[in-house]
């Protein structure tokens, strides 16, 4: 045991978490246990290596774990951060298990109805969820502790105020083709994503059969950052040739450099090294350029002209791809199907006024100088000054549809005149009525050059897709410059 171990262990010992009873079970373990919630700290040891710190914290009603992270012994300053984020978890925990989330509408009556279909799903689900449906006037008075507050088409244009009255909720509109058809799955789908929350999730590992007959004939660790206006994720997998060996997530509320590094540095746990690993490929979001990574607006990240390719190989020798995630999910796109030949991926997440974008042209991803292909945020600045609308308006904005939906339409507008793509994948909570996206886009473009429309909403699977395809392009073709 190392005097950093003795130390931290001890020091965490000494902590106090309200509604929490803390007991260190062994020199190794130290557990947290209240009426919702267990947190648990384990510190593991390998042969020639520092100390692992495992963190978990899982209700005790759903399962559901909200903070899961490893990370090497090293910092102490930084492992007593990574505490105080886990006890953040375990106190939100404590104020309540079930996720109380409100419906508002003029009068009540249409989102009462919503909500009695939203209740039946999540019971259905197993979903400790709750939805309760009342008047915009009479919510705004009567307040109350939500999650999120769900609000009706003809309502949503009060967005900002209703934010107001709800400032610790998640407050967005409902799309209206959601609501009109009462599309309570829909509904759910977008309320989890929007808080993060993973209980419908179905780990998929990408499939070597769609990358359209590439062989893998290494060893190749996927990395894919994806960020939410509530939780910042990791999800990797490790492939040995074309078996799915490992994979893993974290979920912190920000993510750093450093936590792409603890993941391979706790790959030992699954009886790997990444000395031995061929490649990794990690995809984040900014402009990424010969593996540095720079202009980033996401709040959930602080990633910013960092080299982390040429860090990371250096530290753990092992060659580092790095790849824009918007670049990697429109290959992943193209990959998973053969019916177009040029395609367009755009991401944006609710609560964003700008994305994304991936761009695959007759089979070739364009990168352009610097790595500045897809980037839309210039355009979404101009078009927002031609509208006369200032920074904190356009943020506003991203939580509603009636005011997205034209400015997605114009953000598209570039790639469809340019790339003249066969379809564009969208992956965007806000706006997914496809029908309705295409109305707008023919308001500036003859309808026989809009592409095909398609909403998906598997976008990290996309992007690990999109890597794989990638990165054993850069494998089997050494003299290709690393982008």
């Not at 893998?216 to 894919?224: D, V, Y």
């Not at 540095?265 to 593996?291: E, F, K, Q, R, Y």
């Amino acid at each position: 045991m190392s005097a950093i171990e003795v130390e931290y262990m001890d020091w965490i010992a000494g902590q106090a978490v309200e509604g929490y009873a803390l007991s260190k079970t062994d020199a190794d373990h130290i557990r947290l246990r209240g009426e919702f919630a267990v947190g648990e700290v384990s510190v593991y040891r390998f042969e020639n290596m520092p100390e692992i710190v495992e963190m978990r914290v899982e209700s005790t009603e759903s399962g559901e774990v909200a903070y899961f992270l490893h990370f090497e012994l090293l910092d102490l300053e930084r492992a007593k951060e990574l505490f105080s984020e886990m006890a953040a978890a375990l106190v939100e925990l404590r104020e309540g298990t079930t996720t109380h989330v409100l419906l508002c509408c003029t009068v009540g009556m249409t989102t009462t109805l919503f909500a009695s279909k939203l209740n039946e799903a999540a019971k259905a689900l197993s979903l400790d969820y709750v939805f309760e449906a009342r008047a915009l006037e009479q919510a705004k008075e009567s307040g109350g502790q939500y999650a999120a507050v769900m609000l009706a088409p003809q309502v949503g244009f009060r967005r900002d105020e209703v934010a107001q009255a709800f400032p610790n909720a998640a407050v967005f509109e409902i799309p209206a083709k959601t609501f009109g058809r009462y599309d309570a799955g829909s509904a759910l789908r977008t309320l989890l994503r929007v808080l993060g929350d993973n209980s419908l999730s179905t780990p998929d590992p990408t499939s070597l059969d769609t990358t359209r007959g590439v062989a893998n004939k290494k060893r190749i660790m996927l990395i894919a950052l994806v960020h939410r206006p509530k939780v910042s994720s990791i999800y990797w997998h490790v492939y040995d040739h074309d078996k799915h060996v490992a994979s893993g997530e974290t979920h912190k509320p920000l993510l750093t450099p450093q936590d792409v590094s603890d993941v391979l540095a706790t790959l030992s746990m699954h009886d790997l090294n990444a000395n031995d690993l061929d490649a990794v490929c990690i995809a984040s979001p900014g402009i990424v350029h010969h593996g540095k990574v720079s202009f980033s607006h996401f709040k959930g990240t602080r990633f910013s002209d960092i080299n982390i390719a040429a860090w990371l190989s250096e530290h753990y020798g092992v060659r580092v791809l790095v790849v824009n995630n918007a670049h990697a999910a429109a290959v992943g796109c193209y990959l998973k199907q053969d019916k177009y030949h040029s395609v367009v991926f755009h991401a944006q997440h609710m609560g964003y006024p700008f994305g994304g974008q991936g761009i695959v042209v007759d089979g070739h991803l364009i990168h352009g100088r610097l790595g500045y292909s897809g980037n839309i945020l210039p355009i979404n600045n101009r078009l927002a000054e031609l509208e006369g609308i200032g920074q904190e308006e356009k943020t506003r904005y991203a939580w509603r549809s009636d005011r997205m939906l034209p400015l997605l339409a114009e953000q598209l507008l570039p790639a469809i005149t340019i790339a003249a793509p066969d379809a564009i994948y969208l992956n965007y909570d806000l706006v997914d009525d496809m029908d309705a996206l295409r109305e707008e886009l023919a308001k500036h473009i003859e309808e026989r050059y809009i592409p095909d429309l398609i909403h998906v909403n598997d976008y990290a699977d996309r992007i690990l897709l999109g890597e794989m395809g990638l990165v054993l392009q850069y494998l089997n073709n050494p003299d290709q410059t690393m982008v």
